[in-house]
């Protein structure tokens, strides 16, 4: 097969072709460090983002607001890290991580103490919304696009470790905001989030630099990818997945209590479902470097379908718990598994804007996932229905991945590519 050099490092629309680095570059403890820095970043900025089920009580209180008012602040912020993947994922790509994240930790950090000084929920919209959603957008697709740069070997491995910064994000995030919160109250927790946030993420984007010049096989272009066939089942599967992955972290607690559990345990469940994800990122990673990432990509969607119904039968807190960990494990696995697929699909050439793109479907599914099932739950009186039809919606987004087998590059069906 002819192969090609991609300029990873050329600058402009013009740039100058770069001599093939040595393999001496790729796996090695440099490149370790890009997997280090991605991991920070990601524990910073999801763990802040995912910590604002602890500021909507108070929050909620403070402003007189409804919870559908008060959720919307959630909302908009994750649909602001979705749309922009693509801009940023184009931006690291065509002028550098560092720059990017850089920007991110600026936006972030000013966002969250605009947000501290608010008198009006809806002015939270845009001081939390665009400043977390920007600093999630600067830093999640520009660094895994990065980890996945640095890497040939253990590419696999490499991402799962990284992208696991967004499961101890969640665990510690919350947890982190509520002790804070009881003894400062939220306003100056934001500010200290704000703070201890830019101060990371500038490290990080120190730290971080562009991957190698890759020597890839011949792939298509940009625009070809985004218009394949394969593309467009890894977007329509992770529509549909994304749907429902966001349910449990609004319903699951109250689920729980509703059913006799108390306010701590059904708290706990969430931070659960973050362990699990752990587990999933960081174990079907490496499991990915020997056996085949389409496959193992697959198996996680099927093994979050599955959960579903655990949750559908479940009858005890016993149970619950059995859903969080088995439904964590199988949405670790897809976030981790998302990246090494792109790369196996499509290369590392462009790979962050190609996988920013992919990623515009989680905002989709977090506008619309929760409100439709809050709607069910409100007109129907029962969790089993609205629980159901997230179970038939999972089993959709697992069928639309069964034909992507047959889209794998040949010459990497049974060894990794090295690109």
Same mark, same amino acid.
């Given at each position: 097969?002819? $192969?090609?050099?991609?300029?990873?490092?050329?600058?402009?629309?013009?740039?100058?072709?770069?001599?093939?680095?040595?393999?001496?570059?790729?796996?090695?403890?440099?490149?370790?460090?890009?997997?280090?820095?991605?991991?920070?970043?990601?524990?910073?900025?999801?763990?802040?983002?995912?910590?604002?089920?602890?500021?909507?009580?108070?929050?909620?209180?403070?402003?007189?607001?409804?919870?559908?008012?008060?959720?919307?602040?959630?909302?908009?912020?994750?649909?602001?890290?979705?749309?922009?993947?693509?801009?940023?994922?184009?931006?690291?790509?065509?002028?550098?991580?560092?720059?990017?994240?850089?920007?991110?930790?600026?936006?972030?950090?000013?966002?969250?103490?605009?947000?501290?000084?608010?008198?009006?929920?809806?002015?939270?919209?845009?001081?939390?919304?665009?400043?977390?959603?920007?600093?999630?957008?600067?830093?999640?697709?520009?660094?895994?696009?990065?980890?996945?740069?640095?890497?040939?070997?253990?590419?696999?491995?490499?991402?799962?470790?990284?992208?696991?910064?967004?499961?101890?994000?969640?665990?510690?995030?919350?947890?982190?905001?509520?002790?804070?919160?009881?003894?400062?109250?939220?306003?100056?927790?934001?500010?200290?989030?704000?703070?201890?946030?830019?101060?990371?993420?500038?490290?990080?984007?120190?730290?971080?630099?562009?991957?190698?010049?890759?020597?890839?096989?011949?792939?298509?272009?940009?625009?070809?990818?985004?218009?394949?066939?394969?593309?467009?089942?890894?977007?329509?599967?992770?529509?549909?997945?994304?749907?429902?992955?966001?349910?449990?972290?609004?319903?699951?607690?109250?689920?729980?209590?509703?059913?006799?559990?108390?306010?701590?345990?059904?708290?706990?469940?969430?931070?659960?479902?973050?362990?699990?994800?752990?587990?999933?990122?960081?174990?079907?990673?490496?499991?990915?470097?020997? $056996?085949?990432?389409?496959?193992?990509?697959?198996?996680?969607?099927?093994?979050?379908?599955?959960?579903?119904?655990?949750?559908?039968?479940?009858?005890?807190?016993?149970?619950?718990?059995?859903?969080?960990?088995?439904?964590? $494990?199988?949405?670790?696995?897809?976030?981790?598994?998302?990246?090494?697929?792109?790369?196996?699909?499509?290369?590392?050439?462009?790979?962050?804007?190609?996988?920013?793109?992919?990623?515009?479907?989680?905002?989709?599914?977090?506008?619309?996932?929760?409100?439709?099932?809050?709607?069910?739950?409100?007109?129907?009186?029962?969790?089993?229905?609205?629980?159901?039809?997230?179970?038939?919606?999972?089993?959709?987004?697992?069928?639309?991945?069964?034909?992507?087998?047959?889209?794998?590059?040949?010459?990497?069906?049974?060894?990794?590519?090295?690109?």
């Amino acid at each position: 097969m002819r $192969a090609n050099i991609t300029d990873a490092g050329a600058s402009g629309a013009g740039g100058s072709r770069e001599p093939i680095p040595s393999l001496e570059l790729f796996d090695s403890p440099r490149a370790w460090r890009m997997v280090a820095a991605a991991f920070v970043a990601m524990c910073a900025v999801y763990g802040v983002a995912y910590s604002f089920g602890a500021f909507f009580k108070p929050m909620a209180a403070e402003f007189g607001a409804r919870r559908s008012a008060t959720s919307a602040v959630f909302s908009i912020t994750v649909l602001v890290w979705c749309v922009l993947g693509p801009i940023t994922g184009h931006l690291s790509d065509r002028f550098g991580p560092r720059i990017v994240v850089a920007t991110g930790a600026v936006v972030m950090g000013l966002g969250l103490a605009l947000t501290s000084m608010i008198d009006r929920l809806w002015i939270g919209y845009i001081t939390y919304g665009l400043g977390v959603g920007v600093g999630v957008a600067c830093a999640y697709v520009p660094m895994v696009a990065v980890v996945g740069g640095w890497f040939l070997r253990r590419r696999n491995t490499a991402l799962g470790i990284a992208v696991a910064g967004i499961g101890f994000g969640t665990i510690f995030g919350a947890p982190i905001a509520a002790a804070l919160i009881a003894h400062l109250g939220w306003r100056a927790t934001y500010v200290v989030f704000a703070i201890a946030t830019a101060a990371i993420l500038i490290g990080c984007a120190f730290i971080v630099e562009r991957p190698p010049v890759h020597v890839t096989p011949s792939r298509v272009r940009l625009s070809e990818a985004l218009r394949s066939p394969a593309f467009g089942f890894l977007y329509a599967s992770s529509v549909t997945v994304s749907i429902v992955i966001f349910v449990p972290f609004v319903y699951l607690p109250s689920f729980a209590r509703d059913r006799g559990a108390s306010e701590f345990a059904s708290a706990a469940l969430v931070g659960i479902i973050g362990g699990a994800s752990v587990v999933g990122r960081m174990g079907l990673g490496s499991m990915a470097d020997r $056996a085949g990432v389409v496959r193992l990509y697959q198996a996680s969607f099927l093994v979050l379908a599955l959960s579903y119904g655990i949750w559908l039968a479940a009858a005890s807190y016993t149970m619950l718990i059995v859903f969080a960990l088995v439904m964590g $494990a199988g949405y670790g696995g897809y976030v981790a598994l998302s990246p090494a697929v792109i790369a196996h699909l499509f290369g590392t050439n462009r790979m962050g804007t190609v996988l920013g793109a992919l990623y515009t479907s989680g905002g989709i599914g977090a506008m619309v996932g929760p409100p439709i099932v809050g709607l069910i739950i409100d007109h129907t009186g029962s969790y089993r229905i609205a629980i159901a039809c997230a179970l038939a919606v999972a089993i959709a987004s697992f069928a639309l991945l069964i034909p992507l087998s047959r889209y794998e590059p040949a010459a990497t069906k049974s060894s990794p590519v090295l690109d």
